[in-house]
Nanobody
Framework: QVQLVESGGGWVHTGGSLRLSCAVS????????IGWFRQAPGKEREFVVV???????????GSARGRFTVSRDNVNFTMNTVYLQMNSLKPEDTAVYYC???????????????WGQGTQVTVSS
């Protein structure tokens, strides 16, 4: 079983920055790849970025590339933290942001087995 808890959401003006954190705990969590997704009101949940278990591989959605940076700190086998640094934020980035764990490096929701509860990000113009 894997538990994920997001934090760091909030409200910023256009052009501002936020850093989201995802605390991952459970058995052998250091072997899980961690993805970030977001869901805006009335829209489907969409992929943002995924980072491999060892931090070497990443895949970014086009909307995130160049503005968002993902990283992870594998503290030990049962506790990791994954960060999402978001810069140059735009109103269209407003959404609930979720982190999720998967056994494969993937961008599709169906590949993810465990999800956090989400953290709200609001960007005002």
């Amino acid at each position: 079983q894997v538990q994920l808890v997001e934090s760091g959401g909030g409200w910023v003006h256009t052009g501002g920055s936020l850093r989201l954190s995802c605390a991952v705990s459970g058995r052998t969590v250091s072997r899980y790849n961690i993805g970030w997704f977001r869901q805006a009101p009335g829209k489907e949940r969409e992929f943002v970025v995924v980072i491999s278990w060892n931090g070497i591989s990443t895949i970014y959605a086009g909307s995130a590339r160049g503005r968002f940076t993902v990283s992870r700190d594998n503290v030990n086998f049962t506790m990791n933290t994954v960060y999402l640094q978001m810069n140059s934020l735009k109103p269209e980035d407003t959404a609930v942001y979720y982190c999720a764990a998967t056994a494969v490096v993937a961008s599709t929701l169906a590949e993810y087995d465990y999800w956090g509860q989400g953290t709200q990000v609001t960007v005002s113009s």
